[in-house]
């Protein structure tokens, strides 16, 4: 069986984590880094990017590059902002209302899930090689906000991935098991979750490794991504009055304009006021134009107030269905890089009157919390206790559009709740059950999950009939919903999944397509990595050649240089060709001639540590130079007048070798 790991799934970046010696650790990846870009993107040869990479092209390949994607995991084209997609690359919606990804380079439309999972991929593949060890199970993260269908569309991803999800769980909790991991006191915990592109408030107690959830809400629309827009329409319009130019259209400038007010925000944080310089950022009929612009604190704060309202909404709903007064919380953690905000933690001290914890990474506590719910599952820890909620209200839709609620929101899961419903027609022999999730009275404007008929009724005057309709959410708050008929015993069950932007057999068809390409990827990606590992050689090589010629000269290792750059020079030849076997030969040379440039720097260090050894080092070079093939190669004395002295005076004696003496032992 494969390791579980723990993974924050970010609208910005994500992070991996496992359970080590019963502690949870964070796993950097390939390019070293502990967090990941959630960045997906396409190259001109079709090749998949991720992370780093894909941050890299952001600017000059927009149109294939993809973030925020989470934002668009398990949601319909009609339940998005304005702000969501405003995005430099293509997204539109279905026949069916869900959202698509266009990629002009693979002339593909993608649903988010299949982007999605692409970074899970990555971090499950450098999980394994840290590791050294295959995974395929994983806790997987949430917004706690999430519904239903998010949920299940986060699952559908990791499923693309070849991941089993193992438990979907809720970010602030997972926070809330990093910061009490360890701590046997009892206390109180608000957990305020500010991530790039979701916000979540959670209220939990804390008492000897029991983790009990109170109550639950937030904003899925709301994060750091809506004060970089602030900035970046502030620049805008600056440039609109200016010049009559809206940079916004301009995909490229856009996306600068978005890194910039990204760096922007960042740096206010720590200082009152930020340059913006942008050259070149576009052209007119004078020549080329550029930003040059100066923001402060007070501005950005000014320009943000209303994303401040929108955050304190959800703090004061969750004190509310906890029953608890700010004064009764005895610590609050703060979750997401945009909790950094000076402005963002003053409104916390304002709701709360408590200064944050600062013993956690913000960018890193999920994960970590994460790992430890892996841990919980895999027996590696024991004696804690994980309690969690549900966010939204659950219920169906019943006659003249109402919602009627069988689970409120913030109740404790898993947990089952049913209710007896009747026929509102005389004789009418189906019932049509349409589950809905929110917490609107007209059900309408509630989010619909999915609907499902139980059919078979006996005929019998309105009123009569007996339908019960149970709700089960499990630990991961997924929902299964059942109706049964109590006369004829009838039963229809499902599993809601409505919602998510691919159906089953969609998410069948993608897994099978990516069997059958799996080798090919397979070999794709080898030719790749030999092609990198060979570039990193070469550079190496060359900077081991520049520290020799300052350490020895041009001629103090002269045979080891050339050696080096006559197989830098084979390597760059076979590079670019498709016969992997000359490059590897290639590849090996060179290996072995920086061996011997690396021997000859441990020899001379040896020399300078040691000088009676130096001087035996010496003599023995030269020594085995005068008795190599090499030395009579290139003897200058290699001609036929030499030859009978050269012989008579050196190869006799090789026998009996005049240096071996115990002078120089």
Known sequence: MGKIVGIDLGTTNSVVGVIEAGRPIIIANSEGNRTTPSIVGFTKDKEIVIGDQARRQLVLNPKNTFYNLKRFIGCDWDELDENSISVPYNVKANDSGSIRVLSPFTEREYAPEELVSSIIRKLINDAETYLADTVDSAVITVPAYFNEAQRQATKDAAILAGIKVERILNEPTAAALSYGFEKSSSNNVLVFDLGGGTFDVSLLKISNGVFDVKATCGDTQLGGNNFDSKIVDWLAERFIKKYKIDLRRDRQALQRLTEAAEKAKCELSGLQKTKISLPFITTNDDGPLHIEETIDRKLFESLSQDLLNRLLEPVQIALNDSGWDPEDIDEVVLVGGSTRIPMVQQLVKTLVPKDPCQSVNPDEVVAIGASIQSGIISGDLRDLLLNDVTPLSLGLETIGGIMKVLIPRNTPIPVRQSDVFSTSEANQSSVVVQVRQ???????????????????????????????????????????????????????????????????????????????????????????????????????????????????????????????????????????????QELEISVSSLQEALFGLNRKFAVEKRIESNPLQGIKNTFGSIKDELFSDDYWDEDPWDNEMNSNYRNSRYRNTRDEDPWDNEYFL
């Open 438 to 580: 929110g917490e609107r009275p007209i059900a309408s404007e509630n989010k619909s999950l999915g609907k499902f008929k139980l059919s078979g009724i006996p005929p019998a005057p309105r009123g009569i009939p007996q339908v019960q309709v149970a709700f089960d959410i499990d630990a991961n708050g997924l929902l299964e919903v059942s109706a049964t008929d109590r006369t004829t015993g009838r039963k229809q069950t499902v599993t809601i999944s409505g919602g998510s932007n691919l159906n089953e057999q969609e998410i069948k068809s993608i897994i099978e397509e990516a069997k059958s390409k799996a080798n090919d990827d397979r070999k794709k990606r080898s030719v790749i990595d030999r092609k990198n590992n060979a570039l990193t050689l070469i550079a190496q090589a060359e900077k081991r050649l520049r520290d020799a010629s300052l350490e020895f000269g041009p001629y103090g290792a002269e045979r080891q240089q050339r050696a080096v750059e006559v197989a830098i020079q084979d390597v760059e030849e076979y590079i670019d060709d498709d016969d992997p």
